[in-house]
């Protein structure tokens, strides 16, 4: 059974630009869940969609959002990008609330 | 709301050593707890869980954790390490039926050949 997709795995972008990120979940898994990783912060949760409805959200500024679709793919989009956006943003996927799986993740950098 | 603490952040032993990592939580109700594993230039991969039953639960590569339920703890251990467990370890929580996972911040295990 393939793993959790990411695409791009690297970004590069510039202050106040936008960015889509994309994540395709394990054949079978209707839940997925987006993550920030950097150094200072560690792995935080921005939010979880569930059949297409975001079912739990994290503390993270309005510019960050997402949205699933009925394949069960999902997309992060962050808006007006800020250099402390820079980080490894991570996708993982679950049945429903049981163990959930991370992709690689997509290294954004702002600069 | 719920935390997870890890007590070091970053260890370093010799091979065969022993290894205990800490991991306390803080939740009221009844929680998920995972183990995961961050190889350098390797996406996240799960290590164990305790869902519910045996409070000892082994995982991978000779790795086990015990639920303290009363010490609201998640240690990880191994009786010998090697150096391919040079590694980033997280302990995570989740709430029952709920998928947001919160992480602690992360150890830095650092085995020397």
């Known amino acids: 059974k393939a793993g959790v997709t990411q695409t791009p795995r690297y970004l590069i972008k510039t202050r106040g630009q936008q960015v889509t990120l994309s994540c395709s979940p394990i054949s079978g898994h209707r839940s997925v869940s987006w993550y920030q990783q950097t150094p200072g912060q560690g792995l935080q949760f921005l939010f979880e969609?569930?059949?297409?409805?975001?079912?739990n959200k994290g503390n993270f500024p309005g510019r960050f959002s997402g949205r699933q679709f009925s394949n069960s793919r999902s997309e992060m989009n962050v808006s007006t990008l800020e250099l402390g956006d820079s980080a490894l943003y991570l996708c993982?996927?679950?049945?429903?609330?049981?163990?959930?799986?991370f992709g690689p993740g997509t290294r954004l950098l702002v600069l | 709301a719920q935390s997870v603490s890890q007590h070091n952040h970053h260890v370093i032993l010799s091979e065969a050593a022993s290894l205990e990592l800490g991991c306390n939580y803080s939740y009221g109700g009844t929680v998920n707890l995972f183990w995961y594993v961050q190889y350098p230039g390797q996406h996240l991969q799960l290590l164990l869980k305790?869902?519910?039953?045996?409070?000892l639960v082994k995982g991978i590569k000779g790795f086990e954790a015990e639920f303290i339920k009363s010490k609201f703890s998640f240690n990880l251990r191994k009786p010998s390490v090697q150096w391919s467990d040079t590694a980033e370890y997280f302990c995570?929580?989740?709430?029952?039926?709920?998928?947001?996972?919160?992480f602690g911040k992360g150890t830095r295990l650092h085995i020397l050949p």
């Open positions: 969609y569930f059949s297409e409805t975001q079912r």
């Open positions: 995570a929580v989740n709430a029952l039926g709920d998928d947001k996972i919160i």
């Open positions: 993982a996927s679950s049945r429903n609330g049981e163990t959930q799986y």
């Open positions: 305790y869902f519910s039953g045996d409070p």
